[in-house]
């Protein structure tokens, strides 16, 4: 933020005027002196309580068919207008603007291109971003536990078992196909079975025509799919450690210019948390119509002790340590790291 006088004898009115000049002079130089010395002070205050930005750019992942702010916590503070009012009055940003995505390696793009200053998406292609590098930290786990469907078309196979040989899909990068990956090496069917990428908007119609043998779904659309008829042969929930969870990251160069942030975040967040979970019905109809997905899905999909009080709660901390292990022991993440110094300080 920028933030001579030449001797003579004369009358002595004309020494007297003479006299007063000096003293205003000698003054004008104190009150100089004295400005000069505060300065460093005042340009310091200045650098340790930057401006606010005028924008902060959120990305998350489009849910449904609606799609046009995000779920969970973060968006039930936004429909509640917390999260905007209190990041404004926290000095944070003037204002929120949402970027929706379709999955997390689009969103990691956005931030790796400097497009965005915080994403909210599933922890996989977020730990997959750190360990290639992108300077995020971890501000807060959004969701933990999230669940995976494993449904086939109707009549299609009975179990895990009967996939041999088949092609079945998911959305790749995503906590669904660590899930999957994860559940074909335990029966021993990882080395013959394809495993190709399908976007969720496309399963259905691809399980209709038995395109593939199974879909892993994610939350809203596997309980949707179980609703129409889908059968259900195995589920994450079922599986110690392969359940997912939602993070929230902010890019290390919006965190130097806002070093509160993660606090005033997490406050927020914890308002939030705490609003839906006494007003249950009222944010499930929210959620509903955020996603486009019946009461009854949306329930199924988001229990409300998934929205965990604290940013990282013993569960979670675990579930991405998983998650980790698994994406480097597999290659899909370039290199390891330890989770407790990808978090901010400030978070805990």
Not at 57 to 84: D, M, Q
Request: charged share 15%; glycine share 8%.
């Amino acid at each position: 933020m920028s933030f001579v006088l030449r001797a003579s004898f004369v009358s002595s009115q004309r020494i007297f005027s003479r006299f007063s000049a000096l003293v205003t002079l000698a003054l004008l130089l104190l009150t100089a002196a004295c400005s000069t010395q505060d300065t460093p002070t005042n340009q310091s205050a200045a650098q340790a309580d930057p401006a606010p930005t005028e924008t902060l750019r959120l990305g998350y992942i489009s849910t449904g068919s609606g799609g046009k702010t995000p779920i969970g916590p973060t968006g039930w503070a936004i429909h509640e207008n917390i999260l905007a009012p209190e990041l404004k009055d926290a000095g944070v940003a003037a204002n929120v603007q949402l970027v929706p995505f379709p999955n997390g390696p689009d969103l990691n793009e956005a931030l790796t291109a400097g497009e965005l200053d915080v994403g909210i998406y599933g922890d996989t292609p977020a730990i997959v971003a750190k360990a290639t590098g992108l300077e995020t930290r971890l501000i807060a786990q959004e969701q933990v536990g999230m669940n995976v469907w494993l449904v086939t078309p109707p009549n299609g196979v009975k179990a895990i078992a009967d996939l041999r040989g088949k092609t079945i899909s998911t959305q790749r990068g995503s906590y669904m196909h660590r899930y999957l990956i994860s559940v074909l090496q335990d029966a021993g069917l990882n080395q013959t079975v394809s495993v190709v990428h399908l976007s969720a908007k496309d399963a259905q119609a691809a399980l209709e025509r038995g395109d593939i043998a199974a879909y892993a779904a994610p939350i809203g659309l596997g309980p949707l799919l179980v609703s129409k008829g889908f059968p259900l042969i195995d589920q994450a929930q079922d599986h110690p450690n392969l359940s997912g969870t939602s993070v929230v990251v902010a890019t290390q160069t919006f965190l130097k210019q806002h070093p509160d942030f993660p606090r005033i975040w997490n406050q927020i967040r914890r308002e939030s948390v705490q609003n839906l979970k006494a007003n249950s019905e009222a944010f499930y109809q929210f959620q509903s119509e955020a996603t486009g997905f019946p009461i009854d899905v949306v329930k199924a999909s988001y229990p409300l002790d998934q929205f965990p009080d604290t940013a990282f709660p013993a569960e979670g901390i675990t579930l991405l340590e998983a998650t980790k292990k698994f994406l480097v022991s597999q290659g899909l993440a370039k290199s390891d790291f330890q989770i407790n110094d990808w978090i901010a300080p400030e978070s805990r």
